[in-house]
């Protein structure tokens, strides 16, 4: 049975519909990839899912785990175990990495939590988070974080421009540690060589799905479209 359901979702912001009546289903242990133009409505849909202020459903539903979450506040929403890491680090200033990592994880071992994410422990543990971080050192910290909170669903939202903060390699190498603890992954992502290690892949276009099915073949129905994506009409499976 889906982890995640969603059904005919609609989301407005200041009156501007974001996602129009998008649908999108989950299995446990899934690894969905998400790709789609700059102003698609990727990172809103990230954002609903969680729960964020100003990102409220307007019609349809979210199930997770074959519950409702429409009214369900971010807290609540991270206690059933909906982790988001977002485009840009969160910054944390003043915090050392290994308290930033362990609190209110009683047992976390945060150098294990490191290591899964390719940092040296010795290297980065008593260091402090700030600005002497890289944005790279950042985000694999936000990640060896989101890690440790062993989510049920780990939304994973990359940036679509700019210095990307992590490598292809690094971000297969991150999934492969969600699998293993059995996590369900949303990857929101531009790098289309990733997108075919996925289970599954959706094509995300002015707030609707227009393609889903097998990953290499959204990626190719993708490319042949040159641009013209959004003027399909229909949702395609593929």
Not at 46 to 65: P, Q, R
Not at 192 to 206: F, G, K, M, T, W
Request: proline residues 4%; aromatic residues 4%.
């Amino acid at each position: 049975m889906p982890l995640l359901e969603i059904e005919n979702i609609i989301c407005r912001i200041e009156e501007k519909e974001l996602l129009s009546g998008l649908t999108l289903s989950m299995e446990r242990g899934e690894v969905h990839a998400l790709l789609g133009p700059n102003g698609a409505g990727k990172s809103t849909l990230a954002y609903t899912i969680m729960g964020c202020e100003g990102c409220a459903v307007h019609a349809g539903k979210i199930c997770f785990d074959h519950r409702v979450i429409n009214a369900l506040a971010i807290h609540e929403r991270a206690r059933l175990g909906i982790t988001l890491a977002w485009q840009e680090p969160v910054r944390f200033e003043g915090i050392s990495i290994r308290d930033y990592l362990t609190v209110k994880r009683p047992g976390i071992d945060p150098c294990d939590c490191l290591k899964r994410v390719g940092l040296a422990p010795e290297a980065f543990l008593h260091r402090m988070l700030d600005a002497s971080l890289s944005g790279g050192e950042r985000k694999r910290i936000e990640l060896a974080s989101v890690l440790a909170l062993n989510p049920r669903l780990a939304i994973l939202d990359e940036p679509d421009s700019g210095i990307d903060m992590l490598s292809a390699q690094d971000i297969l190498n991150v999934i492969a540690e969600f699998r293993k603890n059995g996590a369900s992954v949303l990857l929101i992502t531009h790098k289309e060589q990733i997108v075919e290690i996925a289970d599954n892949a959706s094509l995300l276009c002015r707030g609707r799905i227009v393609c889903t099915g097998n990953p290499a073949k959204v990626v190719a129905y993708y490319q042949s479209k040159s641009g013209s994506v959004c003027e399909e009409e229909a949702c395609l499976y593929v």
